[in-house]
């Protein structure tokens, strides 16, 4: 399983760095809230959705995207070295 280590946890932000080792994924969840990511790496991660749809996501490092509450997906690492993001919770 992918490494969560929660950086903030506040009234306005939640800031958690996932580190994942080659083939970790995150686990099926829901995203309660509004949310940005930033790479720290170039790379890719392989997306399921719930309904066991896939997409590789092509990440650039530093490139920062931003999806809506309620997402629901598992993350998994696709490249053959460890990886790293920064998931930046809005709490409205």
């Known amino acids: 399983m992918a490494k969560p280590t929660v950086l903030i946890d506040n009234e306005k932000t939640k ?5 994942f080792e ?3 994924s995150t ?6 809230h509004d949310y ?7 790379g890719e991660l392989k997306i399921l ?11 650039t490092k ?3 995207y ?12 696709n490249n053959e070295f460890p990886y790293t993001f920064i998931e930046i919770e809005i709490i409205k």
């Open 36 to 42: 940005v990511v930033v790479p720290m790496l170039d």
């Open 66 to 77: 931003y999806r809506d509450k309620g997402v629901e997906h598992n993350v998994f690492n």
């Open 49 to 59: 959705d719930k309904n066991n749809n896939e997409t590789i996501s092509k990440l």
């Open 22 to 24: 080659v083939g970790d």
């Open 27 to 32: 686990g099926m969840h829901v995203h309660e």
């Open 62 to 64: 530093g490139g920062a």
């Open 15 to 19: 800031v958690t760095e996932w580190f």
